[in-house]
């Protein structure tokens, strides 16, 4: 071999072992800022979250709701069309009331069935199966909560009391 295919090859050695510790240096800074970067921000979370009052997270989904105000209660009523219903008093802090399905109508129609809490003024989220009607776990004010659900041409009044 002549001495200048020699030094060819021996600078091609040095350009491949340059780049690989190029690349793997690149690769460790990336995944030290990532590491570090998303582990500070996940605590920044938990805390900020911890020292929200608890008029800003009742607004929040149940999984980031303090601990004392993950308590649920789920009302089960038959047809609402032919059934009377009474005040209900809980002391959980999230509601879910399912009836059954009596009428053809369907969510998401015209004629839909709607609900809405007139306490806190939200609308309610109505799911539906092949039987029932069911709403999402909504939060229920302290005292009185008049719940109106519409199913035919008179709502219905649901009062529930949260202790």
């Known amino acids: ?31 030290a800022n990532f590491r570090g970067k998303r582990l500070d921000s996940r605590s920044t ?30 009302l089960i009523l038959g047809c609402l069309e032919n059934e009377s219903v009474q005040a209900l008093s809980t002391s959980a802090a999230l509601l879910q009331i399912q009836w059954q399905k009596c009428g053809g109508k369907t969510v998401g129609k015209e004629s839909a069935v709607r609900a809405k809490n007139e306490t806190t003024g939200e609308s309610l989220l109505l799911l539906e199966n092949s039987t029932n009607y069911f709403t999402h776990y909504f939060p229920l004010n302290p005292g009185k909560n008049e719940i109106h659900i519409l199913t035919g041409k008179t709502p219905k009044t649901i009062e529930v009391i949260r202790n």
């Open 1 to 31: 071999m002549d001495e200048k295919s020699r030094l060819t090859n021996w600078s091609n050695a040095w350009r491949e072992c340059l780049f690989i510790a190029l690349v793997g240096g690149f690769l460790l800074l990336s995944l």
């Open 45 to 74: 979370e938990v805390q900020s979250a911890a020292q929200l009052p608890p008029s800003t997270t009742s607004s929040r989904t149940p999984a980031s709701l303090p601990l004392e105000s993950r308590s649920t209660y789920s």
